[in-house]
């Protein structure tokens, strides 16, 4: 009776969340009612036994994700006026995009089937020799081996495709030329210095050569070979 109470009290405070977090107007608002919903979510994890998928997702999406969204949120400096200034602009694609992805919904709901042998697997007796996360583990990297390294080369692209779209080529960053440093030899980089009696250990040593002196030698090298 009580394991149905807790339920019922995360799963509204999960679901009521959830609808804050994409009806708030602050986005840092958004941001905190998502960690509460990650907390409820975490919450019937725990009461279906999953313990491992809570603290999952406790760790990895409350303390490493939501706090990175409040993070870049709150250092971004938003402007709100200027964010709702453009709604009236996109209105038609959102409502384009929001349409096929209901109708998308529709057509899965509408699809979906219960197993038949739901209701007897419900009271299958459960091997307790076999922790949580042996038996996650063990679906994972058996039953759907080949899904899972799908999903992670998703990701890998999608990691990819974010840096690209971000890379900014400004005029004062430096890139490495991996052939110029292969090639250059040592009189390219160091010059023999000599020093007077009584300043130093030694009268002559080597020192790097200034940078700009090392570059203009290596660009006439080229230069000369061309």
């Known amino acids: 009776m009580i394991t149905d109470l807790l339920f019922y009290l995360f799963a509204t405070v999960l679901v009521a ?3 804050t977090v994409v009806s708030a107007r602050n986005p840092v608002h ?5 960690i509460l919903a990650f907390f409820n979510a975490a919450a019937l994890f725990l009461i279906a036994g999953a313990e491992f998928l809570a603290m999952t997702l406790v760790i990895v999406y409350v303390g490493a994700v939501a706090v990175l969204f409040l993070f870049v949120v709150m250092m971004l400096d938003v402007n709100f006026a200027e964010l709702r200034g453009g709604f009236q602009r996109y209105l038609g694609v959102g409502a384009l995009v929001g349409g096929v992805l209901f109708v998308e919904l529709l057509g899965v709901i509408g699809g979906w089937k219960l197993a038949p042998q739901a ?3 419900r009271f299958a007796p459960i091997d307790t020799k076999i922790s949580n996360t042996e038996a996650l583990g063990r679906i994972l990297y058996t039953d759907y081996v080949f899904l899972f390294q799908a999903a992670g080369l998703v990701l890998l692209v ?4 974010a840096i690209v779209l971000t890379l900014r080529d400004r005029k004062t960053s430096r890139h490495q030329n991996i052939r110029q440093q292969t090639e250059r030899k040592v009189a390219d980089t160091l010059e023999m210095v000599t020093m007077s009696l009584g300043t130093g250990t030694g009268t ?4 790097p050569k200034a940078e700009e ?3 203009a030698h290596v660009h006439e090298e080229h230069g000369h070979g061309h």
């Open 158 to 161: 999608a990691m990819i495709g």
């Open 119 to 121: 209701g007897q697997l």
């Open 213 to 215: 002196a090392v570059e």
């Open 17 to 19: 969340s959830a609808a």
């Open 30 to 34: 958004s941001v905190l009612f998502l």
């Open 204 to 207: 002559e040593f080597y020192r």
